[in-house]
DNA sequence: GTCTATATTTCGATAGAC
DNA sequence: GTCTATCGAAATATAGAC
């Protein structure tokens, strides 16, 4: 019981990631320094030095330990046995809308592409870490679906990128359009996703699909 | 005919940004210095000043001037009558494929998405100039085969982020995993494309989308 | 662990000769 | 228009006291 508070008095690391992500997000990964972190944090820039080896290291950090939580929340829908299966591919596509449009490890996708080039280390935990388990958990899921005959015998890795494609280019744009006056017009997110999701729902369960030309 | 030359001797403006293009693409805005890009041209750094105002400016025009060609090409698909409705909307995909996957403008999405936060004016430029007009071409040719009768009345916004989506992930995801060894296996483009193709074309002729929900 | 102060490097941009 | 040389600013990272 001497260390084990399941609620820490200050979760220093952590609130220092939540700070930097939001830095991150906001300015890009050149447009922050490690001095707007510090005072965005409320440290010193050198008592950044001291938390993390450097800036790479404190944004590699940001990058990996934020997708926790998003990966298992989708694991617990593909496992939800009460739904049925175009039910779950309705919650599954909600999640992911969630995940890339409000929290602040989806919202990275920006800055990820900004980095990658440079810090190849980058690109691969994004991948490995996020891209890669979100697109296996929703492929599996309508694997499921057509072995249970409730989906059509579709091509998984184009029913993928059709997924997914939507989804992350919209966040893109609307964090691109962020200062644009009529940026909730140009990409309104609730009509986009309502069509898409009966989009994708009308491909899975079309009959016609069937035909394995 | 003192100055009309067609086909002139030595294009140094197109030359210094088809080159800076290519190095903006490969190693990212911040990551690509004045040193660097007058390096690659094979001339001094001040003169690089000479030609353009500011690295911003050399940007921006890197931006602004590339996009001429691909839009004029879009909309000749559009006007062109020997196709039906169906096989213009398959030229139109695999001409933006081509811009997106193969073409130094297409493949600056990376780019951009890096620099539209800290620079405004390339998000304007680039939602202006390439992405809107993009969208309003395949928009308006969706648009002509419901007049005729070709397609079912379905969502066009919601079937331009269908459309556009993958393939605009599609580009950035093979950038961002550019020295991944299984790149071609993680995404391999010619599968990708054709799926995409064939679901959409399946959307628009499908007769149950017809009811106005 | 946090602070003040500073070292070191890199980069954008300019001056001025040719 | 191109060059050599350099300025000035900003950023990463470190030294060392407390």
Redesign the pocket.
Known sequence: MTKSDPTPVSD?RGDILALATEAFVTHGYAG?????L?RVI??????L???F????ALFVACVTEGYEGTVRRLEAIRADASLSDPARIRAAMEEVYRINLTTPVGRMVTVIVEVAPTIPEVAQAFHGGFIARHYAIVTGMIEDGIARGSFAAIDTLGMQHLFFGPVITLALSREMTACFPDRDELYPVDRIRETHIDLILRLLTDRRASDGS
Chains 1, 2 share one sequence.
């Open positions: 220093r922050t320094s490690m001095a707007d510090a409320g440290i010193q820039k050198a008592s030095y001291h938390h080896q450097s800036k790479q």
